[in-house]
């Protein structure tokens, strides 16, 4: 796909799936709602959407809903007047406004004040809107896509988001599962950042060894791919290796890494207990043990040498 400009890596079903929706939402103007926990790429998919949608061509802009307070956020949106407020020392256009025909995006909708859900209800419904302030009644073309890591059928239930709102924005919903859940999207995703990110840190020739990649594949990703970059990213920093080990990774990954090592047993370790047990259940009586575990009585009895059973 050379003409999105956006790369979504899929290579395992679950991200595929993912990608399946997002080609099928792409050529339609509802609502969006985005949903996964932290670091999976919400923000990304909302923009590799609009990158595959007829919109593509228009404004992409983007509020964080949580970081920023709440009568700021109000003014992102929507706009303001001259004197709407304290500090308001002339108009400005809000994000509805300035969008025109493209995307806005509202990174964790569920952090939206009350007062703030109940306008946004109302946009979702009319598609119309007034600067703070004003009293001019503004159309929307642009499409809204909401993303956040909450519950929000939660929020509902204990009181924090609008139920109505909610399923204004849940008609067409796209959950990101996280990395755990798509095991092979793990290393070719370390490919990716790895080659970016050595390049940015100009070391575009540095590798990663094979027992590296065995680790990052079997950790289990908590922070996403939002971890994986920043620890792909800090391992470049201070390594002068070019080839990056085990050793240059943080702490929790090694340990995890540790910790599936230690819990791994070889299969004649596993052979040898089971023997074992095969024996001491039947009394040591060869033949029968021999016919529980599938193997002739020679077998057996040259397991047993080898391995040292009595």
Known sequence: MSDIRIEWLAHDAASERVL?????????STTV???????????????????????RDAP?????????????????????ERGAFTGAVERKLGRLEMAGSGTIVLDEVAALSPATQSKLLRVLEERRFERLGGTETLAIDARLIALTNANLARSV???RFRE???FRLSVLTIRVPS??????????????????MATVHGRPDTSLSEQARKMLA????????????????????????PALGIEDFPENIRAADSDAAARLRSLEEIERETIQATLEATHYKIT?????LGISRKTLLDKRKKYGLR
Request: charged fraction near 25%; aromatic fraction near 6%; glycine fraction near 8%.
């Open 157 to 159: 239930a204990a009181g």
């Open 288 to 292: 029968r043990a021999a016919g529980i």
């Open 179 to 196: 990395l755990r859940e798509r095991p092979a999207d793990v290393l070719p995703l370390v490919d990716h950042l790895l080659g970016r």
């Open 218 to 241: 079997a950790y289990d990703w908590p922070g996403n791919v939002r971890e994986l970059k920043n620890a792909i990213e800090r391992a470049l920093v201070f390594t002068n290796n």
């Open 164 to 166: 109505d709102l909610f």
């Open 60 to 80: 992409y802009l983007k509020i964080d809903c949580a970081s920023l307070p709440q009568e700021l956020v109000e003014s992102e949106l929507f706009g303001h």
């Open 20 to 28: 399946e929706l997002a080609r099928k939402v792409a050529d339609t």
């Open 33 to 55: 709602l985005i949903t996964g926990e932290s670091g999976t790429g919400k923000d990304q998919l909302a923009r590799w959407i609009h990158e595959l949608s007829a919109r």
